[in-house]
């Protein structure tokens, strides 16, 4: 075998290995209040308020191609906040709308 043969090998092993990697869970972002949050809120999810959610993303999720979910009470301060984040250079996220949608979309009972 000679060096060119083994170099696309290798190269056709390491694309294999990297088109079958599963890429992370979404990161699922309450942006609601406080109280509405302790009131309702789905197991496991962080809670940031819209209003601090460049802050906040940024400092647990630094990387800007971070699949990120936001919820909140019908999906206005989602939107805000997905904007915010999207000034802000996040490239993957997406307003589902508001928190039984979020539990719709995950087949998650109340």
Known sequence: MNMQAIIRAVALTVGILFSSMSYADPVWIDVRSVLENKIDNIEGDIRISHSDIVEGVS????????????????????????????????????????????????????
């Open 59 to 110: 400092k647990i999720y630094p990387d800007k191609d971070t699949d990120i979910r936001l919820y909140c009470r019908s999906g206005g301060r989602a939107g805000k906040a997905m904007s915010a984040l999207q000034n802000a250079g996040y490239t993957n996220v997406q307003n589902v709308g508001g928190i039984n949608d979020a539990r719709k979309l995950r087949a998650i009972t109340k």
